[in-house]
């Protein structure tokens, strides 16, 4: 295929060159937001007089055109040409002729790909968002069904108090929650600043109208400064930035569940539609998807260090390096839509099992802290009662008790203000119901951390 910019050589491309040179495999995925942004720039072009009304409506027709084709399959790319916005433009120019010529009047490739790339994201985050929105209505249905489920937290990995599982998991709604705000914060600064119109780097000898361009394309504004128009990528690396945080949400909440299937914990099992077996081993039923979620991480905080290493030190404006935003945002993109959209359903899938987490929580003085506020509420400083209650878990692991069924006459040997009571002051229910504090594990707690999800959803339209 013959080079838009042949002009000037003497010589064809190198063919080894010209396909280490061309965009086109990758962002052809970029085709729509390519042809609605060049109708809007053919729509200015013709109400500031550049072009007459004429040639804007045969590069409309041309260009709607070739949407549609590429849509339902009668239009396939030519992976010779150089990028998508090459392909279009030839395309059209085939179709249409001298009007097709025209439309790249008052712009660049390098405002061009930068104006598809902001639309392109700012559609895949609003799909992300929806993925985001639905595991946290999965998340929620699940604490809904689990408020009464008592099981340990845990702290460096060791039982610390007793906690519902309700309140446990609702944490990772709260993650994600704030996962929705940052990425949809990015995508408003992102679609604050139209880079059309920029041109190349220096801006147009042309009466364009920018802000048409602007407004019609979604924008609340455009780039005040061309140059930084066309080299800015900073919202590709703060939607990757977003992007790595989420998944670092995702593989933290990966890492409990493989935990909480396996056979020392048994707290949940995942439906065997979301599980795995062994070539070898018949007994097994592994959590992949929970692992491939915790692997993928990996690759998209990947994908982050290699567009900023690719920015970093790049003069302005346009630089070729810049292509290579594209390949690691989209996989980015398709990544971690893939895993929010498995992880959704297997979260709403898996089973828990109430009695094995209850069990847990039971075994391992989990309920110390509330043994020594049982003798801070009779008036012992708290300082005191610690060392008292770490003196009482001391002699029980030597003795073979817990701290349920250690008898009140020990008890009385290490303070005299023990009663009875203090059984029903320690049970795991207690520790939980008593626990009245904002945010804390307590019923109330975890009905208004529910009570604040349903809301989002409805407000969201999550049904
Ligand atoms: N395919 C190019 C990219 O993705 C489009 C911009 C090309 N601009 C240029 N001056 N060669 O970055």
Redesign the pocket.
């Known amino acids: 295929m013959d080079k838009m910019w042949a002009g000037r050589f003497q010589k064809a491309l190198d063919k080894e060159a010209d396909d280490f040179n061309s965009?086109i495999h990758f962002?052809c995925r970029m085709y729509k937001q390519d042809i609605i942004g060049s109708i809007v720039h053919a729509k200015m072009l013709s109400d500031k007089g550049i072009i007459s009304s004429d040639e804007k409506e045969e590069i409309i027709n041309g260009l709607s055109g070739i949407l549609e084709d590429i849509e339902n399959g009668n239009l396939s790319f030519d992976m010779n040409a150089?990028?998508?916005?090459m392909f279009v433009e030839s395309e059209l120019t085939k179709r249409i002729g001298d009007a097709g010529k025209k439309l790249h009047t008052a712009r660049?490739?390098?405002d061009?790909?930068a104006l598809d790339i902001r639309l392109y994201l700012a559609n895949e985050c609003e799909e992300i968002g929806k993925l985001i929105l639905n595991l946290i209505k999965a998340i929620k249905e699940t604490a809904e069904k689990n408020t009464d489920a008592i099981m340990p937290g845990y702290t460096h990995l060791q039982r610390a108090q007793p906690i519902t599982f309700a309140h446990h998991i609702l944490t990772y709604a709260f993650m994600l929650k704030r996962d929705f705000d940052r990425i949809e914060d990015a995508v408003k600064r992102m679609m604050s600043a139209s880079p059309i119109g920029s041109c190349?780097l220096a801006g147009t000898t042309y009466n364009t109208d920018r802000y048409f361009e602007a407004e019609h394309l979604g924008f609340s504004g455009i780039s005040l400064n061309s140059i930084d128009g066309v080299s800015d990528r900073d919202f590709c690396v703060e939607l990757l930035s977003a992007y790595s945080i989420l998944m670092m949400h995702l593989s933290r909440f990966s890492e409990e569940i493989i935990l909480w299937s396996s056979w020392e914990f048994k707290f949940c099992e995942l439906d065997d539609s979301y599980t795995t077996g062994s070539s070898i081993m018949p007994q097994k039923k592994n959590s992949d998807m929970a692992e491939l979620v915790r692997g993928k991480t990996g690759r998209v905080y990947g994908d982050l260090m290699a567009l900023l290493t690719t920015l970093k030190g790049l003069p302005l404006a346009?630089n070729?390096d810049?292509?290579e935003?594209?390949e690691a945002i989209f996989d980015a993109v398709d990544t971690v839509k893939k895993c929010l959209s498995i992880f959704a359903p297997m979260i709403s899938t898996m089973k828990t099992n109430k009695a094995n987490m209850y069990k847990a929580a039971g075994e391992g003085f989990i309920n110390a802290t509330d043994l020594a506020d049982y003798l801070v509420k009779k008036g012992m400083p708290f300082r005191t009662a610690y060392k008292h209650v770490g003196e009482i878990v001391g002699f029980c692991i030597k003795n073979g008790y817990v701290l349920e069924n250690l008898p009140i006459s020990e008890y009385k040997n290490f303070d005299s203000s023990f009663e009875d009571d203090l059984y029903t002051e320690i049970s795991l229910e207690t520790c939980v119901n008593k626990r009245i504090s904002a945010g804390s594990t307590g019923p109330q707690s975890v009905k208004t951390q529910i009570e604040y999800f349903t809301e989002l959803l409805n407000e969201k339209g999550i049904y």
């Open positions: 965009s962002d150089e990028d998508i916005h660049s490739r390098n061009q790909v190349a346009y070729k810049m292509q935003d594209k």
